[in-house]
């Protein structure tokens, strides 16, 4: 099987993940499959460990127990530059990019990373125009709007050719006509790179629109999980995180 062809089958498995910090048991037993070019939402109230469980999967955090499994690779607390390395990166809810440096060096430095990885080249000149940053590119990053310096973060972990995007509140502080560029990114990713996504997110809009499939996490338990028709008309759902939103 030639690289291409193996990336192509590969996927993302989140086996009994727990994570404890001292005696706080942040989650437990977290169980999920994330197929090639698949996008999975993940929701759930404040302090559901959401944030925590991507910083398990990627490696910033090592787990307590359980498994992550990336094709037939097991990355259970591998370090975050090893696990990128091999196709999974991640995005954070607050801006995360070279502020010193201008747009075009960001993204010359982002891929600096996919060099040797197989898969399509990733064409970012479509989506620098629609997010306005074409007219930024000599400009440094943390001179953008707030919006614009968002969107330069996801871009920043797309240009890697990543397999796997972990997308921590992509549309968090964003007005919402700039909240369909967080849509197209994701569409593009999916689309024309073959790559899959899981996004934590609490715009419902967004991930109804995103997501076919969606987990939600309370109190450090997977709650429910299934189609946002299913599992959002859920009683448990509505009352565990739905109802505290919905005055």
Aim: include cysteine.
């Amino acid at each position: 099987m030639n690289d291409h062809a193996r990336s192509s089958s590969m996927k993302l498995r989140v086996e009994n993940l727990t994570k404890r910090f001292g005696g706080l048991q942040v989650f437990q037993n977290i169980s999920f499959d994330v197929e090639p070019g698949r996008v999975v939402g993940v929701i759930g109230p404040n302090g559901a460990g959401k944030t925590t469980l991507i910083n398990v999967i990627c490696g910033m955090l090592s787990p307590s127990g359980g498994k992550v499994w990336l094709g037939d690779t097991d990355i259970s607390g591998k370090p975050f530059h090893i696990t990128s390395r091999l196709g999974l990166l991640r995005s954070f809810q607050q801006t995360n990019t070279f502020r010193a440096a201008s747009v075009e060096e960001n993204l010359h430095r982002a891929r600096l990373f996919s060099r040797e990885r197989p898969g399509p080249e990733v064409n970012l000149d479509v989506l620098l125009e629609e997010f306005g940053l074409d007219r930024h590119l000599d400009d440094r990053s943390d001179s953008l709007p707030y919006g614009q310096q968002k969107m330069l973060g996801l871009l920043l972990a797309l240009a890697p050719k990543p397999k796997f995007l972990l997308l921590d509140e992509p549309a968090a502080g964003l007005e919402r006509k700039e909240r369909t560029r967080v849509d197209r990114f994701v569409q593009y990713a999916r689309d024309t790179l073959g790559c899959a996504a899981v996004i934590v997110e609490h715009d419902m809009d967004l991930v109804r629109r995103l997501c076919p499939h969606i987990l939600v996490l309370e109190a450090g338990r997977l709650l429910a999980e299934g189609t946002p028709a299913d599992v959002l008309s859920r009683q448990e759902v509505m009352d565990a995180y739905l109802g505290a939103d919905a005055e």
